[in-house]
């Protein structure tokens, strides 16, 4: 198990064509935006996500979850966890995400700098 700290808008690439990035965080809340290719199956609290199809082929997915939710990319499991924060116009949102992910050996993990 891998264990990455991510803050908004930084990614962590999983095997050779899955980026998943922390795309917002709120509160109790935290947005993962994943971008993956079509046979990849997504599955959040034992149901298939369904992707956004853009313009380009491209399936982007969104999750918004709780600290300790987890998730499935294909064979990885993914954990998030992060301290809950009151957000006000003063607070910044530069509050970490840790991103635990359990993938077989032979899926490459790796954070993109």
């Known amino acids: 198990m891998l264990v990455f700290t991510r803050q908004i808008g930084q990614t962590v690439c999983i095997g ?18 994943i971008l993956a290719p079509a046979p990849t199956a997504i599955r959040c609290g034992g149901a ?14 969104a999750l918004t979850l709780h600290s300790g939710d987890d998730f499935e990319i294909g064979a ?12 006000t116009a003063l607070t910044p949102r530069r509050i970490p995400v840790r991103v635990a992910i359990d993938a077989p050996e032979h899926i ?6």
């Open 48 to 61: 298939t996500v369904l992707p956004k199809i853009l313009d380009s082929g491209e399936r982007v997915y």
């Open 108 to 113: 490459v993990v790796h954070r993109e700098e």
């Open 16 to 33: 050779e064509d899955v980026r998943m990035t922390v795309s917002d965080k709120r509160g109790d809340r935290v947005t993962i935006g």
């Open 76 to 87: 990885a499991r993914v954990r998030v966890n992060f301290k809950p924060t009151r957000l």
